[in-house]
């Protein structure tokens, strides 16, 4: 099976920490007023994953390219994720209608049919009034019996109460619907809203982006292949975890802090780079057989990381030998 490139760089960066301390422990490093150390450049990968697992569809990155923040890196098959979108958001549109029924009531054409109602009763009503007032006087002259009076009376009263109950039901047509109703359509607007949220951040989540300004170190897995939670697909180099790893003697890691400056150089001598102390080892990377002397206490070697600048990170590629200067041991 083909490795990639990432687990040849951890062999390599094994490989090369034991050769380097070996080799300043044999070498230069043993005379205290050399101030050059041997060293290489290192890196903390970014080992990027989806957050669910499923099949690539797109990969826009190639070994090698720069990448900016927010740059799509790739895409899981989102199918399944968004049909679930699509009807998380008509659930959400059909909640927020009911509520919004509720609220304002009956329908208007409800509402229309009501008016029209009263305008027929208001008329009723008016010929109803006429009539009962043209009985009254006909009654004092005694032109009219009593019964048709009764009557003529009897019908005002009915057509009143109806147009009053008519203009009632007008009302509560307007009315929105009870409290309990309108909270309960609310609940459901609320839920809604947050189903189709996280249905929304699911579907998002199918498309993983750059956190960062970074090189992509490695493309680990391809176009059709599965990637799953926790399994890297692409490696990343970002400039602020790239670092300068050298080693030092005991006395030198003691007189060196965080903070330190340090230059180095690559095979090209005349591009000079600068450096600040980021970590000093707790611990020596390289231990003679017996540590009891005071001979074989200064063969102890320590690893140092200063972080470079972060415009020259950028172009500083992990494994790449580099010699360093140390400009204030013993300050």
Known sequence: ?????????ENFRLKIITAFAALCFLSACDDGKNSLRQGYIDADMLYISPESGGIITELSVKRGNTVKKDEKLFEIDRTEYLAAYSEAEANLKKARAELQDVLKGAREEEINQIKATISKLNAVYELSNIEHERNMLLRKKDAVSQRDYDTAKWNLARDLWTLNEAKQSLKVA?????????EAAQEAVKAAEDSFAAAKWRLEQRTVFAQNDARVFDVLLRKG???????????LIAPENVKVRFFVKYAEAFKLKA???VEFTTETPENKYSAVVDYISLKPEYTPPVIYSQENTEKLMFMIEAK????????????????????????
Request: proline residues 11%.
């Open 308 to 331: 470079p600048d972060l415009k020259d990170a950028a172009i500083l590629n992990p494994g790449l030998p580099v010699i360093v200067k140390l400009l204030q041991t013993g300050k």
């Open 259 to 261: 903070g330190d400056k």
């Open 225 to 235: 292949e599965y990637a799953a939670p926790g399994n890297a697909a692409i490696s």
């Open 174 to 182: 307007e009315l929105p619907a009870r409290k309990d109703q309108i």
């Open 1 to 9: 099976m083909k490795m990639p490139r990432t687990f040849f760089l």
